[in-house]
């Protein structure tokens, strides 16, 4: 079934209510800065995180709706984690996940929801296949059996977007970004992602004039985008993109996780001796994601230099490294 709903802001008449589920984490903060130049008279954006609705509750999360009546919704909230967490506890990041998703795109479309943006993960797409990594790639294969609770629950999310559109003409959709990060992150050495967790180990071992040990052989690869970056794209895609379909988000580059933790050193200015612990797991080699798609809708869009990105969320660690989420 053709979507029906309005797609664009422009075309939207009246004030826009954007809720924003899991408005206090890493790319909800940066999207608050990017809707701190909205003008006020169109745009209403409503940040929430878990201290407003337990969102794998139903009854809580129809109560969230009920309250903010939104026109539009970016869906940020997810269970996130690590590679080691992710090994460790896949039911309780499919269970967490998948209730999050249902319960976010049922209340949309009870409550007439213009458009629901949800945020995916590169992780999702299939462990063997060919590269580079495109849109249409997503259904082709299980994923790596590294994050499958987390990348199956993620994946699923497309295809009950995909349900929603087709059974009710609901405008429902997804970016699937690269590994994000950038300030406000989680820093904890086993539960966060490679960067926020390789900042505070640096920090740790700077502190205690210690070697600065890796986990694997750091020869992954990975795509990176900073938050703030992901957030401009967010925002234009829930503003303007016209396309039920999902949505790559992610810069060309690649950088193995040896120059992440080189990068890392020294902006850290840490001097000491960098040891890649062989004896753990390296998960994916790699997971090379296209943004062609992306490149014929915004050419000229310009990410943040990765060198520049490490230092700017080195410096808000270092910053706020006594009271940030670790």
């Known amino acids: ?13 009246g004030m826009k209510v954007i809720l924003v589920t899991g408005g206090s984490g890493l790319v909800g903060q940066a999207v608050q800065v990017e809707a701190a130049t909205a003008d006020p008279t169109q745009e209403k954006w409503i940040f929430v995180s878990s201290k407003d609705a337990n969102l794998t509750d139903p009854v809580e999360t ?3 709706f009920e309250k903010h009546r939104p026109t539009h919704v970016l869906h940020l909230a997810a269970r996130v984690g690590g590679l080691f967490l992710q090994l460790k506890e896949p039911v309780e990041f499919y269970r967490a996940n998948s209730a999050m998703n249902d319960n976010v795109l049922a209340c949309a479309h009870e409550f007439h929801v213009e458009k629901v943006v949800s945020c995916l993960s590169t ?3 299939p462990d063997k296949t060919t590269y580079p990594i495109d849109e249409s790639m997503l259904h082709f294969g299980p994923p790596h059996p590294s994050n499958v609770g987390y990348a199956i629950a993620k994946r699923n999310l497309d295809i009950l977007n995909q349900c929603y559109v087709r ?3 609901r405008c429902f959709t997804s970016v699937i970004p690269t590994n994000v990060y ?3 992150d989680n820093f904890h050495l086993v539960d966060a992602h490679v960067i926020p967790a390789l900042i505070h180990k640096c920090f740790l071992a700077k502190q205690a004039k210690s070697p600065f040990v890796v986990g694997g052989s750091g020869q992954p690869l990975r795509q990176f985008i900073l938050s703030g970056d992901l957030a401009k794209l967010m925002v234009w895609t829930l503003r303007s993109y016209s396309d039920t379909s999902p949505l790559i988000l992610a810069p060309e580059v690649e950088y193995s996780i040896a120059h992440v933790a080189k990068a890392i050193a020294s902006a850290m200015d840490f001097q000491g001796e960098l040891i890649f ?3 753990q797991p390296d998960g994916q080699f790699k997971k090379t994601a296209s943004n062609a798609k992306l490149r014929q809708l915004l050419p000229d869009f310009a990410f943040t230099p ?6 700017e969320t080195v410096k808000w660690f270092l910053d706020n490294q006594a009271t940030c989420r670790k």
């Open 167 to 169: 059974e009710y003409g």
């Open 123 to 125: 992780c999702i797409f």
């Open 277 to 279: 612990d062989t004896t």
């Open 1 to 13: 079934m053709e979507c029906l709903c309005i797609r664009s802001f422009s075309d939207f008449r």
């Open 306 to 311: 990765f060198e520049q990105g490490i230092h």
């Open 182 to 184: 950038g300030p406000h």
């Open 62 to 64: 129809r109560a969230l």
